[in-house]
T-cell receptor, first 113, second 113 residues
Framework: AQSVTQPDIHITVSEGASLELRCNYS??????LFWYVQSPGQGLQLLLK??????LVQGIKGFEAEFKRSQSSFNLRKPSVHWSDAAEYFC???????????FGTGTKLQVIP | EPEVTQTPSHQVTQMGQEVILRCVPI?????FYWYRQILGQKVEFLVS????????KSEIFDDQFSVERPDGSNFTLKIRSTKLEDSAMYFC???????????FGPGTRLLVL
């Protein structure tokens, strides 16, 4: 069965510091991978996606993620966090042949001054 | 930029009542989805819909749920007889093809009393 693991439930970083949110997936073939962000009371906004090709993908708001097949990981990074980045971040994947997207449990990001 | 819209944003209903949640997918998209997020939990897939029929559904999507595309623009989720445990945020999503990125609406928060 497809699954996505986000080991960090909550992360606090200082504004201006770098950020890495971890994500691991379980699926045999190369999955389609996504990061979504959800601000309080808001919907899910797509930050970036990986389907194939270059394993380092750039997204909106200065985020990037790297697909590492050997580690079954798709970690999200940002070199310098802004206070407006405080939100919940969901890693997700869709396995080949399935339309449903499987989400991780999310990581809540708190940004302190 | 085209976006998925959902109405209402909030709905309160009594247990046992029927509710219909409405979505307007992105206009040229062909695949439509419903997901739900119970408070504090992860986003879960309910159903996908293509060419006027269900193409995939989860074990959550039992006989009390149904979906419909009543006209060329709306996509609805009906819950026939709501239960307390149906209280959740319900997200609609759409994609151009079954393998392309799914774009999510802002959600409808359903509260069953």
């Amino acid at each position: 069965a497809q699954s996505v693991t986000q080991p960090d439930i909550h992360i606090t970083v200082s504004e201006g510091a770098s950020l890495e949110l971890r994500c691991n997936y379980s699926y045999g073939a190369t999955p389609y991978l996504f990061w979504y962000v959800q601000s309080p009371g808001q919907g899910l906004q797509l930050l970036l996606k990986y389907f194939s090709g270059d394993t380092l993908v750039q997204g909106i708001k200065g985020f990037e993620a790297e697909f590492k097949r050997s580690q079954s990981s798709f970690n999200l990074r940002k070199p310098s966090v802004h206070w407006s980045d405080a939100a919940e971040y969901f890693c997700a994947h869709r396995g080949g042949g399935y339309q449903k997207v499987t989400f991780g449990t999310g990581t809540k990001l708190q940004v302190i001054p | 930029e085209p976006e998925v819209t959902q109405t209402p944003s909030h709905q309160v209903t009594q247990m046992g009542q029927e509710v219909i949640l409405r979505c307007v997918p992105i206009s040229n998209h062909l695949y439509f989805y419903w997901y739900r997020q119970i408070l504090g939990q992860k986003v879960e897939f309910l159903v996908s819909f293509y060419n006027n029929e269900i193409s995939e559904k989860s074990e959550i999507f039992d006989d009390q749920f149904s979906v419909e595309r009543p006209d060329g623009s709306n996509f609805t989720l009906k819950i026939r007889s709501t239960k307390l445990e149906d209280s959740a945020m319900y997200f609609c999503a759409s994609s151009l093809t079954g393998i392309e990125t799914q774009y999510f609406g802002p959600g409808t928060r359903l509260l069953v009393l």
